[in-house]
């Protein structure tokens, strides 16, 4: 009789020594999810340290601008251009000094002619000291300066047409270019200013405009494949107040605020 106690009384005690193990065994584990600890061993990641950019390892900055009448500056009473503005505005917001240290604009250059210029060796040498490259090229290639644009009695209905047939062959002479400014200067950061619509007071139907964005997206499609060059897009700047930013002397180039805007457009692109 005692006997049977004793091992009753046993097998109790055990199952109460398991039931209270478990439960502590289950806290703990529950604990350890519900507030995990973070092992001794473990560190927090620290940041790469930040890549200096182009501009902030340059002591100085050299500039070299080539490509048509937009470059040169046509229109802007002052002959400073957008390349003038961005030398002073960038001077101004880096505090070293930025030099223009050729500009080979030719006001009415087409892409092949500005091809031609970049097998000289006098314009690979010109590049090869660029950190920044400015370039502009493709407006007289499809506007041709309004030949062929405009028909009807009185030459007042748009025809885009004319500009449309133009994009495709100028843009492999683009291609081109780019491909030989990299050649000529790898390193250096290339921007082209895009093109906008001159012409869209004069085109109600806006059918110039799809022209200009399809020549607009085939040079980016180009670029893009160049990890240092970028589009400078234009055309959203002079949209809403052409009159006010195009030269009165001619209705196609900018005048000294659309330089302006231009250079801020550009500046804001290199901070």
Partial sequence: MRSSRFIWGTIGLTASITTIVFAVGFAYAANQIWFPKASGSLQ???EAPKKESMIESKAKLQIVALGDSLTAGTGDNTGQGYVGRVREKLEKETGKPVFVLNNLAIPGYKSDQLLADLALKKTQDALAQADIILLTIGGNDIFAGGDGLF??????EFNPEAAESRV?????????????????????????VGLYHPFLDLDPKQEGSLVVQRWN???????NRYPQMVIVPTYDLFEQNLIKYLSSADHFHPNGDGYERIADRILQILK
Wanted: proline share 5%; charged share 20%.
């Fill in 217 to 223: 997206n085939g040079v980016f499609e180009m670029i």
């Fill in 44 to 46: 927090l990641a620290t």
């Fill in 168 to 192: 495709a062959p100028a843009l492999e002479k683009v291609q081109k270019i780019l491909e030989a400014i990299n050649k000529a200067n790898p390193k250096a950061t290339v921007m082209y």
């Fill in 151 to 156: 028909q009807g009695e009185n030459q007042t």
